[in-house]
């Protein structure tokens, strides 16, 4: 039987809001960028592996199974953000983990004043450059920048900056491979 979406937006929003509320009372902003990240990152390993997805959605293990098995996975995570995939799990809503990740995003960007900005470079940023980038964003934004920080030696030099709405593409492959497109008209 199809779920209806507005049910399925307040399930989602109340996972959030929980979750949110749990974290920041005990562990502050940092405590949601924390878990924030740490969702993510669970939500990434999931999809990057099948068996683990299948399990988590086998009809022949019980709910308090699907709890167990997500407690004992992730066990290494945050005890809010623990408690509440094993609440998921064990409703059959591990789905919408992804959008309470973007919805706990959401809320540290308006409650919390605080913006993650993903950066990635060649090489690994040094105080003085990291420092640059939060002050500029953070002035364009208004908000306290978090960087997110990634180096990937592929994009050969230059940076690669975004956020939940805006992307900046300054790498030097980018501009290597826009150059070969021009040069091919």
């Not at 959030?16 to 990152?41: I, M, Q, W, Y």
């Not at 995570?77 to 998921?88: D, G, Q, R, T």
């Not at 995003?105 to 939060?134: G, Q």
Request: aromatic letters at 2%; proline letters at 3%; charged letters at 30%.
């Amino acid at each position: 039987m199809p779920t209806n979406r507005l049910v399925v937006k307040e399930q989602i929003a109340t996972y959030t809001s929980l979750l949110f509320e749990a974290v920041k009372n005990d562990g502050g902003p940092e405590g949601v960028l924390r878990v924030c990240n740490e969702a993510k990152t669970i939500v990434a390993a999931i999809r990057g592996n099948a068996d683990l997805d299948a399990t988590l959605k086998d009809p022949g293990y019980t709910p308090e199974q699907k709890a167990s098995i997500a407690r004992d996975v992730f066990s290494q995570a945050s005890p809010a953000l623990v408690s509440v995939i094993a609440l998921m799990a064990e409703r059959g809503e591990l789905d919408y983990l992804s959008r309470v990740a973007d919805g706990i995003e959401e809320r540290m960007n308006d409650e919390l004043n605080m913006m993650v900005v993903d950066v990635t470079t060649a090489v690994e940023l040094d105080d003085h450059l990291r420092d640059l980038i939060k002050k500029k964003a953070g002035s364009e934004s208004g908000k306290t920048i978090v960087l997110n920080e990634r180096v990937d030696k592929s994009i050969l030099g230059g940076i690669i900056m975004s956020t939940k709405d805006e992307r900046l593409d300054a790498s030097l492959l980018t501009q290597v491979e826009k150059t070969r497109e021009t040069l091919k008209k």
